[in-house]
């Protein structure tokens, strides 16, 4: 929200001497966001005065464009050498001869620090610059020059206060909570508490409500509590808008349109309560309220045709939508040039209505920014009273008997609170008397004990609906009382107990995975439903049921992730985008799945803590959020170097990640082949502990490489780290001072059979001798037959008290190449 000091200080009588910095900190100390201080004069040097248009001569030029040749009055104090007008070329033409120009003379400096000279261009010395409003830094607008109002200054003259480029702009972040401060209205109040001074509030009279200003009827209370209108007549539609409006709109970050809108957006700007005007004449009927109906359309002021949602509200008259309510009015009963008649509309309209309006058609707008935040319901006719005012002030126009309301809005329920309360929270001495002044001060009314002096009975104001429990009210006393005053107290520690053993589970696999080399990303867990489709996924796969939110930041990205990959892959993408081949990347997050049964619950109430029963009910509602792991690798695993080629990642190293992992939760990993999207079917590693299956690597499938735009060979591994079982406490190796006995032996078995499935048979048959069994050589070929691979172990025996015979080490080979026959039908290969 952008406000003049000069508005501001209509509202507020600020102190003599203070300065727009410090209105800024003063406003910061009670809790509001200052961005910046702005002044226009700031950004503008030299000398830049009101000159007068004494011709402009259109020049056609050979590449098609037509510059205007101008003589200007600049002032005899900075007349042309030879004292008369200066010679300047200008390619706009919205202006002609008489009118006044801001001009830019040689020396001057313009924001952007564009310096003004004297210089030849289409055949003529152009002796400064006739600037728009771009160019001096005050809006947008670059359509044409900056024409002043006729008689507003004289050649010469500073134009500067007459632009208000005197005056210092605040440019205040608003939060979500304090929608009230997207007025100066609400700024003032805002300035008032925070200087102790006293505060004016905007104030009009009001007609008795009868009816007569137009027609309404309101067919869905719960989406507008309160439909206000007023009308005007006779209009005169040439009628300039004011130069102080004009100049208090632009610093406030808009254009001015035409008198009618700019009355609109004036008073909305100054009262915080949004206004709609509609060209009476191209009204037909009454004005009604109601949702839209399935496949309704309305053309909105943009000239964009809108398929309406049937929870959108509209304004309606015979003829069908006319507005979309609490964002933006329609294209049929738009003010125009030739509008003499005039209805006023100021609604109270549902926020979560008018927010979930501006997601869906994507139609941000200034309206819309206050009746997400709220808006005070009571303000509505104050508002439109202004318009009138001002519409019959400057347009000459006549208000039309009559006011009607449509609707009651409900009054802010009152609030119990002790007088002691924000003493006990802030740890301040806060007096009962600073207490009550404070709650007055931003709008609350007192209305007395509720039980003896401690308890208040307190009335928030209609513009604070952010005010609900005794917390609020406590936070508007600290704030007021000053957060620098709170004192700073460090709590003793209460004595730990470490880490939970899945926190230290946790931060073991994280470790572990990135000593291997893996970088840590983190991406938001959401995702648009066309990737599981990219992914290959079955209809019936449990992946597919996405939970979708009720309120998404994107409507391409509504649902929550099932699976890590989607934001991981996304990750991936972004990085060979900008010229990064080589990746591998690492994400644990939580995943969201469906429950077999969807329930929802009873929302407790806010009053009291909820029940041990309802927090589990609430549980029991929630989906399962199981903490997953999972990394990606593309390009090189290991750099070309002097010591010889580079070695591109394959599925063994995401299997091997998987086996890291195992190694940290202390758990044996078992690999055996497996079939399941996005990777490929025979390149595809089942990964289980136990019975238990913990995930899956291998390497993606070559059509979801090709769809999501990843390189060749791409591979990935997830992992459910809730599905590890508990780690068994840490215990050092027994370790033997006896030398090792080292046996080879090759099997012989079908194709079909998983190396993992034959070493765990070995391990099984050696017994406790056994210290590790190692795969180091896989064969096939003609010597062994058809379907036939041959597995070379290595197998290391050792003893812990004593050095094993050679009939001992070959008793535990033997028993370990009879049980890997046994379950694997494994021969020893001659």
Partial sequence: MKASVSWLAEHVDLPTGLTPRELAEALVRVGLEVEDVQSGGDALSGPIVVGRVLSAEPEPQKNGKTINWCAVDVGTQHAADDGGPRGIVCGAHNFGAGDLVVVALPGAVLPGDFAIAARKTYGHVSDGMICSVRELGIGDDHDGILVLPADSAAPGDDPLPLLGLDDAVLDVAVTSDRGYCLSVRGLAREAAAALDVPFHDVVADLPPVDGGAYDVHVDDPTGCDRFSARAVSGLDPSAPTPDWMATRLRQSGMRPISLAVDVTNYVMLETGQPLHAFDRDRLTGALGVRRARPGEKVTTLDDAVRVLDPQDMVVTDDTGAVALAGVMGGASTEIGGSTTAIVLEAAHWDPDTVARTVRRHRLPSEAARRFERGVDPEIAGVALARCVDLLVEHGGAT?????????????????????????????????PADVRRHLEV????????????????????????????????????????????????????????????????????????????????????????????????????????????ANPLSEDEPELRTTLLPGLLDTVVRNLGRGRRDLAVVETGLVFLRRDVDRTPELPGIAARPSDAQIATLNAALPDQPKHLAAVLTGALEPASWWGPARPAGWADAVEIARVVARAARADLIVRSGDLAPWHPGRCAELAVGDVVVGHAGELHPRVVAALGLPERTCAVELDLDAFPDREPARAPDISGYPPVLLDVALVVDDGVAAGDVERALADGAGELLEDVRLFDVYAGDQLGSGLKSLAFALRLRAPDRTLTGEEATVARDAAIARAHALTGAQLRS
């Fill in 442 to 549: 931003v709008g609350c009314r007192i209305n007395g004990a509720v039980a003896g002096d401690d308890l208040l009975e307190v009335q928030p104001p209609t513009w604070r609906p952010d005010l609900l429990l005794p917390a609020d009210l406590v936070e508007e006393v600290v704030r007021l009382v000053g957060y620098e005053k709170l004192p700073s107290v460090l709590p003793a520690a209460p004595a730990g107990r470490g880490l939970h053993p899945r926190q230290q589970f946790d931060r073991d696999v994280s470790r572990a995975v990135a000593a291997w080399g893996l970088t840590e990303t983190l991406s938001y867990p959401f995702v648009a439903p066309g990737v599981l489709d990219a992914f290959g996924l079955a209809a019936d796969d449990p992946r597919r049921r996405a939970l979708r939110l």
């Fill in 399 to 431: 208000a039309v008997a009559g006011y009607t309301v449509v609707g009651d809005a409900v009054a802010p329920a009152p609030i119990a609170m002790s007088v002691s309360l924000p003493e006990r929270t802030a740890g301040l001495p806060i007096p």
